[in-house]
């Protein structure tokens, strides 16, 4: 129930302001995401299977998609996802995925995340909340239990920052 609050909080303020800046809380301040490098960055990206899971009271899809990217860190890793995706009467979709992430040695994390994309807002794409798993895979282990955004636009693949 606290994730999907704060997907219906993250909703209204893109739909609300159309000019917003998203904002990083970090030791008890406010950055703006611009100033911030990413900790992921999808390279490319396609979804290969599509399918409508339920129709009422709201349509529901499963995406199955892969990512290409890279980690800092890391290096190039593959990011496969699975969104279940609630299309609402008001053309809000809520997307709730998870997946794992692997890097070329084949080492990898999980995730989860839960996002929106206000399709009527000026800013099409999906901003969401992002939370990694425990691993014991050393490369990631940074990233252990942690918290980050995430954000993808028409335009753009999606990118990560961590929230510290």
Known sequence: MICFSSIIGIAHYFS?????????INNSTI?????????YIATSGEC???????????????DKCT??????????VINNA???NTVIDNKTIFGQ?????????????GWESYDVNPVVAAHP????????NSTTDDKFSFLN?????????ADTLRSIWILE
């Open 16 to 24: 609300v302001d159309a000019e917003a800046t998203e904002y990083l």
């Open 31 to 39: 950055t703006k995401i611009e100033n911030i490098d990413p900790i």
């Open 48 to 62: 290969t299977s599509s399918k409508q899971v339920k129709s009422h009271p709201y349509v529901v899809l499963e």
């Open 67 to 76: 990512e290409n990217g890279t980690i800092k860190q890391i290096g190039k």
């Open 82 to 84: 699975t969104f279940l």
């Open 97 to 109: 995925g998870h997946g794992k992430i692997v890097s070329e040695d084949g080492q990898m994390i």
């Open 125 to 132: 794409g999906y901003r969401g909340i992002i939370y990694f």
């Open 145 to 153: 239990n942690t918290i980050g955004i995430s954000r993808s636009d």
